[in-house]
């Protein structure tokens, strides 16, 4: 089992910046790959970013790329959204999910991760 709690959303201006942290403990960090997720009022969870577990890939949606950077430290066992010039259509509840290192399946789909944390709200304004 792993733990993930998140942290670091709140309430911020268009144009503005946050950096949402998943925090794990239980099982070793480094064998599980992260990723991000958000899910809006009345729409469907959908991806954000994700990270292996060495670093050495990245995937991001279209909608946040150049915007968003992923990364994670496994020394202090969390991962890091650095979220820049948000945007109002990025308000949402983030999730971070943890999966196994090597498990097969799409980064981008949301039932190949197997933990979830409780989620963190993001709210950008107009």
């Known amino acids: 089992q792993v733990q993930l709690v998140e942290s670091g959303g709140g309430l911020v201006q268009a144009g503005g910046s946050l950096r949402l942290s998943c925090a794990a403990s239980?099982?070793?960090?480094?064998?599980?790959?992260v990723g991000w997720f958000r899910q809006a009022p009345r729409k469907e969870r959908e991806f954000v970013a994700a990270?292996?577990?060495?670093?050495?890939?990245?995937y991001y949606a279209d909608s946040v790329k150049g915007r968003f950077t992923i990364s994670r430290d496994n020394a202090k066992n969390t991962v890091y959204l650095q979220m820049n010039s948000l945007k109002p259509e990025d308000t949402a509840v983030y999730y971070c999910?943890?999966?196994?290192?090597?498990?097969?399946?799409?980064?981008?789909?949301?039932?190949?991760?197997?933990?979830w944390g409780q989620g963190t709200q993001v709210t950008v304004s107009s």
């Open positions: 239980g099982r070793p960090f480094i064998n599980y790959a």
């Open positions: 990270i292996s577990w060495s670093s050495g890939g990245t």
């Open positions: 999910a943890a999966r196994r290192r090597g498990s097969g399946g799409s980064w981008y789909e949301d039932l190949y991760y197997d933990y």
